[in-house]
């Protein structure tokens, strides 16, 4: 059976963008290039700062505009979303009309009348201490940004010794004004932005709850075992120090299809399992990439959140994550991928089509 991974891919961008900005601690901002350093103020720890950062997550109320700039080999790509958080939950708007947020401890998609429910998104302090096994906060002084001034802490990869994220923390609100991401080599790979903030009540109008495509079931080992049982491959836990944090199913799919949420604290994975092969049709625009294990996978360069797709096994996966392609692609590297085609076997198939074109009607 051959898979076609356009309403996965479509599904799982849905996904991961809401873990990425409306997760618990990252909902990051780019300020002009005009930025100035300020004076030093009292300043509390890293992990402090991180807490208040969650917490104002939760319970500010705002209005404002995001711009994602993501940098790629063909140049830099931009992105603006509306965001607005209040009572009812968080809102998160596309140019497009399609919406995604949280709201009562769930994420949503609402594009025209569908519904998507998102899950496994950690809370502090689980989240703080899985991210502190991984990497080392270092407070970093106070910038004067548009949003007024912030602290600005690095996120160092312990085992790399690269900052993978700089992060600024409003001193007003503590929540999150700024956020850079970089590659394994510290080049920067993506900024995000507030263009726009206006923190106050705000009335956020939300999309009814009844209608559901995704049905999140808790980690336990008789639900690994269950999905391991159905064909699935289900690690708990990946490389690069990313675990398990939920699997849902994903009922409506044509094919059977799960759906595993890893994280690392800092990070959010998603990988997406359709039982059958790839359909390539599907990955025509894709760039193909062979990695370290010799397997196959082909990627969106510059895509939001970045975005992997191959088989192995019988398997088609998908993985979206909101960390630097390289960092998602050593996450994989404990699943199952299918080598890349030889010149022999790309000849063969080519003289196998050929000789289907050849026989009589």
């Given at each position: 059976?051959?898979?076609d991974v356009?309403?996965?891919?479509r599904?799982?961008?849905?996904?991961?963008?809401a873990?990425?900005?409306?997760?618990v601690?990252?909902?990051g901002?780019l300020?002009?290039a005009g930025d100035?350093?300020?004076?030093?103020?009292?300043?509390?720890?890293?992990?402090d700062?991180?807490?208040?950062a969650?917490?104002?997550?939760?319970?500010?109320?705002?209005?404002g505009?995001?711009?994602?700039?993501?940098?790629?080999?063909d140049?830099?790509?931009v992105a603006?979303?509306t965001v607005?958080?209040?009572?009812g939950?968080v809102?998160?708007?596309r140019?497009?009309?399609?919406?995604?947020g949280?709201?009562?401890?769930e994420?949503?998609?609402?594009s025209?009348?569908r519904?998507?429910?998102?899950?496994g998104i950690e809370?502090?302090p689980?989240?703080i201490?899985?991210l502190?096994?991984?990497?080392?906060?270092?407070?970093?002084?106070?910038?004067?940004l548009?949003?007024?001034?912030?602290s600005?802490?690095?996120l160092?990869?312990t085992?790399l010794?690269?900052?993978?994220?700089?992060?600024?923390?409003?001193?007003?609100?503590?929540?999150i004004?700024r956020?850079e991401?970089?590659?394994?080599?510290?080049?920067?790979?993506?900024?995000?932005?507030?263009?726009e903030?206006q923190?106050?009540?705000?009335?956020?109008?939300?999309p009814?709850?009844?209608?559901?495509?995704?049905?999140?079931r808790?980690?336990e080992?008789?639900?690994i075992a269950r999905?391991?049982?159905t064909?699935f491959?289900?690690?708990?836990?990946l490389?690069?120090?990313?675990?398990?944090?939920?699997?849902l199913d994903?009922?409506?799919a044509?094919v059977?299809t799960a759906?595993?949420?890893?994280g690392d604290?800092?990070?959010?994975?998603?990988?997406?399992q359709?039982?059958?092969r790839?359909d390539?049709r599907?990955?025509?625009?894709?760039t193909q990439?062979t990695?370290?294990?010799?397997?196959?996978?082909?990627?969106?360069p510059?895509?939001?959140?970045r975005?992997l797709?191959?088989t192995?096994?019988?398997i088609?996966?998908?993985?979206?994550?909101?960390?630097p392609t390289d960092?998602?692609?050593?996450a994989?590297?404990?699943?199952?991928?299918?080598?890349?085609?030889?010149?022999l076997d790309r000849l063969?198939?080519g003289?196998e089509?050929l000789?289907?074109?050849?026989l009589p009607?």
């Amino acid at each position: 059976m051959n898979v076609d991974v356009g309403p996965t891919i479509r599904v799982a961008v849905i996904t991961v963008a809401a873990a990425l900005w409306v997760g618990v601690a990252y909902t990051g901002a780019l300020a002009s290039a005009g930025d100035a350093p300020v004076d030093d103020a009292d300043s509390d720890d890293s992990d402090d700062l991180l807490a208040r950062a969650v917490e104002a997550s939760h319970e500010l109320g705002y209005d404002g505009e995001v711009a994602v700039i993501s940098l790629a080999e063909d140049g830099p790509r931009v992105a603006t979303l509306t965001v607005a958080r209040g009572e009812g939950g968080v809102r998160v708007g596309r140019a497009d009309g399609d919406q995604f947020g949280r709201a009562d401890g769930e994420g949503f998609l609402r594009s025209s009348s569908r519904l998507l429910r998102v899950g496994g998104i950690e809370r502090v302090p689980a989240q703080i201490d899985r991210l502190r096994s991984k990497y080392t906060p270092q407070l970093e002084g106070t910038r004067e940004l548009d949003t007024g001034p912030a602290s600005a802490v690095a996120l160092v990869d312990t085992d790399l010794e690269v900052v993978r994220e700089r992060l600024y923390a409003d001193r007003d609100t503590g929540l999150i004004v700024r956020r850079e991401t970089f590659d394994a080599d510290g080049e920067p790979v993506r900024l995000v932005a507030f263009t726009e903030l206006q923190p106050g009540e705000t009335q956020v109008d939300m999309p009814s709850t009844g209608d559901r495509d995704v049905e999140h079931r808790d980690v336990e080992p008789r639900e690994i075992a269950r999905l391991r049982e159905t064909g699935f491959v289900v690690p708990e836990r990946l490389e690069r120090g990313f675990e398990l944090l939920a699997t849902l199913d994903v009922p409506d799919a044509s094919v059977p299809t799960a759906h595993l949420v890893y994280g690392d604290g800092l990070y959010t994975v998603s990988v997406f399992q359709q039982l059958g092969r790839l359909d390539r049709r599907a990955v025509g625009a894709a760039t193909q990439l062979t990695t370290d294990d010799g397997g196959s996978v082909w990627r969106w360069p510059g895509s939001e959140p970045r975005r992997l797709v191959w088989t192995g096994d019988g398997i088609t996966f998908t993985a979206l994550g909101d960390a630097p392609t390289d960092e998602v692609v050593g996450a994989i590297a404990a699943l199952p991928s299918d080598p890349a085609p030889g010149l022999l076997d790309r000849l063969s198939r080519g003289l196998e089509r050929l000789g289907r074109g050849l026989l009589p009607g």
